[in-house]
């Protein structure tokens, strides 16, 4: 192997350690390495470098770092659902029968029912709101549109009288454009999607 080829690969090694490791080794925190190549007798590394996102500072650090947390914690949740919907939707195209249907769904719940009670439990209250709005970022849909689909209106009406017990909404939706906590929150998903935060 020749010396300059050898450069190369401890280079991208390096460049893998110092922005840490992911699971892709070709990627690094801010960008990814697209390999290499020979120019005039020069190696030429090519990197392509994420985009930076630069925001306005928030008025209160601590309250806005109590959101960081929270948007963390409950933000793989609404990906999750987003996969389960599109996984949910998928089966009932393919099924054809209104009661195999049924069948489908009423496994589908209780496996989800099984999965995420313990972990619903755990949460705080202002982590169920701000998952409720993931929820819609991510589905495009409200939770309480969800159950509707699924499960029916009086079904849908019923969690969504129960979650006004405990103050959130299933019907509110999500909408960043209008500023306000919904704008923070889509300002700490895209820095964690980013892989910055």
């Known amino acids: 192997m020749r010396p300059k080829y050898i450069f190369v690969i401890i280079l991208a090694a390096a460049a893998g ?3 840490g490791q992911h699971p892709n080794p070709y990627r690094f925190r801010g960008g990814r ?3 290499f190549e020979i120019d ?3 190696t030429v590394i090519r990197v ?3 985009p930076l996102y630069v925001f306005a500072p928030p008025k209160n ?3 806005y770092e109590k959101l960081v947390r929270n948007v963390k914690k409950v933000y793989p949740y609404a990906v999750e659902a987003r996969q389960y919907m599109r996984t949910l939707e998928a089966e009932l195209d393919r099924i054809e029968s209104p009661r195999e249907r049924e069948k489908f769904i ?3 719940e209780r496996e ?7 972990i619903l439990e755990r949460m705080t209250y202002t982590q169920g709101k701000i998952l409720i709005k993931l929820i819609d970022r991510e589905t495009a849909r409200t939770p309480y549109q969800l159950l509707r689909d699924f499960r029916g209106r009086f079904t849908a009406g019923f969690y969504n009288a129960i979650a006004k017990i405990f103050k959130a909404d299933l019907k509110q939706h999500y909408d960043p454009s209008k500023g306000g906590e919904d704008a923070l929150i889509e ?9 910055l935060l």
């Open 61 to 63: 650090t601590k309250q």
């Open 106 to 108: 009423a496994s589908m």
């Open 48 to 50: 392509a470098v994420d």
């Open 112 to 118: 989800i029912v099984l999965k995420y009670t313990p």
């Open 33 to 35: 390495y697209n390999g």
């Open 187 to 195: 300002q700490i998903v895209t820095l964690i999607e980013a892989g």
């Open 17 to 19: 350690t110092l922005y």
């Open 40 to 42: 005039r007798g020069d």
